[in-house]
């Protein structure tokens, strides 16, 4: 961490006196509102504006083979199950109850080896604060059934290294809102015998105010 630069006193610190007592009443209001101004700066730099946030949506009904570019972090992603895998696998097929493809996930051999998928969004750069992400997204029976107890779970993050505690779904549709701590958003499902039916995210941001590494390390630093 960078050491705080040193700021001179002020005449009459250090002698009992407030410094301000000591000078002319145009200067006492001269400080005075640099010290508001520079309060409304900080300000700013942490609250939202207020002004219309520009949107970004992705979708994904899981018809291509989409999944396996845009994720951030996948398991094997296969057309058909193997006869062996070790590992937890994703499989694209089609559910018993709909014509459309879903994307199946399946544990591996090995004790807990579920099946995972990430993404972080959005895909492309972004240098401006999220202020609202949302997911939505349909939980279906895998389309390959196979033995076992299905188990769903999903997380967020904020930058994909810490991680919420895992939530535990059931079959249906959901919605999850996402951090909004910086410029990106993180999110992940894991487990077996279940299938995304399909997934929508919802971002926006406050395009007025572009987001700098500067900033963001300013405004951690209050909190460290």
Do not use: C
Request: net charge negative; proline share 7%.
């Amino acid at each position: 961490m960078t050491a705080a630069r040193k700021i001179p006193a002020l005449p009459g610190a250090g002698t009992g006196t407030s410094g301000l007592t000591d000078l002319t009443p145009r200067s006492r209001h001269i400080i005075q509102d640099r010290i508001s101004a520079a309060l409304l700066v900080a300000l700013l730099v942490i609250l939202p504006t207020g002004l219309p946030a520009s949107e970004y949506t992705y979708h994904d009904n899981f018809g291509t083979d989409q999944a396996e570019a845009d994720s951030y972090q996948h398991s094997p992603i296969l057309d058909s199950i193997p006869d062996v895998f070790l590992s937890g696998i994703l499989v694209y097929g089609h559910p018993a109850t709909s014509e459309s493809r879903a994307l199946g996930f399946y544990e591996g051999f090995m004790v807990d080896a579920y099946a995972s998928l990430a993404y972080r969004m959005p895909l492309a750069d972004n240098l401006h604060p999220l202020v609202h992400a949302q997911v939505t997204f349909a939980i279906i029976p895998a389309p390959h059934l196979l033995p076992g107890m299905t188990r769903v779970y999903f997380q967020v993050s904020a930058d994909g290294l810490i991680w919420s505690e895992l939530q535990e779904l059931t079959f249906g549709n959901h919605v999850a809102f996402l951090p909004l701590a910086s410029t990106h958003t993180y999110f992940q499902f894991f487990g077996t015998g279940f299938a995304l039916d399909y997934l929508h995210v919802m971002l926006e941001f406050d395009d007025t105010q572009p987001t700098t590494s500067s900033t963001w390390g300013g405004v951690k630093s209050l909190y460290r």
